[in-house]
C-alpha cells in the first residue's frame, strides 16, 4: 500500500517562511507528477505548483517568485520551499501525485492528509 505523508506545516508571521516535505512510501518503483495544492474552508481546492521527474516546474501566479517546488527521485520526497508568506497563503497543503508505478500495479491520483499553514498578520 502506498501513501503519502505532508509536514512541515505551522504557524507564521508574515513574511515568514516554511518548508513543507511530502514522502511517498511502500513499494514504489516510479512517480509521475508531484503537486502542491491547497484548500480553505468553503473554496475548492487549488493547484500551487508542481513538479516533473525530469524538474520542470509550474506555478500559480500568485506564489511565483515566493514559492519553489523541488524533489528528490532517489527518496520519493517532494519539497515545497515557502518564503514572503502572507495571510493569504493560509491553507491546508496537500501533497498530490498523478500516477505512481508500484510492487502492485499502477496507482493513480493519490492524495496526503494535509498539513495546516496558518500566516499571522
Known amino acids: 500500500q502506498v501513501q503519502l505523508v505532508e509536514s512541515g506545516g505551522a504557524l507564521v508571521q508574515v513574511g515568514g517562511s516554511l518548508r513543507l516535505s511530502c514522502v511517498a512510501s511502500g513499494s514504489i518503483f516510479t512517480i509521475g507528477v508531484m503537486g502542491w495544492y491547497r484548500q480553505v474552508p468553503g473554496k475548492q481546492r487549488e493547484l500551487v505548483a508542481t513538479?516533473?521527474?525530469?524538474?520542470?516546474?509550474n506555478y500559480e501566479d500568485s506564489v511565483k517568485g515566493r514559492f519553489a517546488i523541488s524533489r528528490d527521485n532517489a527518496k520519493n520526497m517532494m519539497y515545497l520551499q515557502m518564503n514572503s508568506l502572507k495571510p493569504e497563503d493560509t491553507a491546508v497543503y496537500y501533497c498530490?501525485?498523478?500516477?505512481?508505478?508500484?510492487?502492485?500495479?499502477?496507482?493513480?491520483?493519490?492524495w496526503g492528509q494535509g498539513t495546516q499553514v496558518t500566516v499571522s498578520s
Open positions: 498530490h501525485v498523478d500516477r505512481m508505478t508500484t510492487s502492485r500495479g499502477t496507482v493513480f491520483n493519490s
Open positions: 513538479i516533473d521527474r525530469s524538474g520542470t516546474t
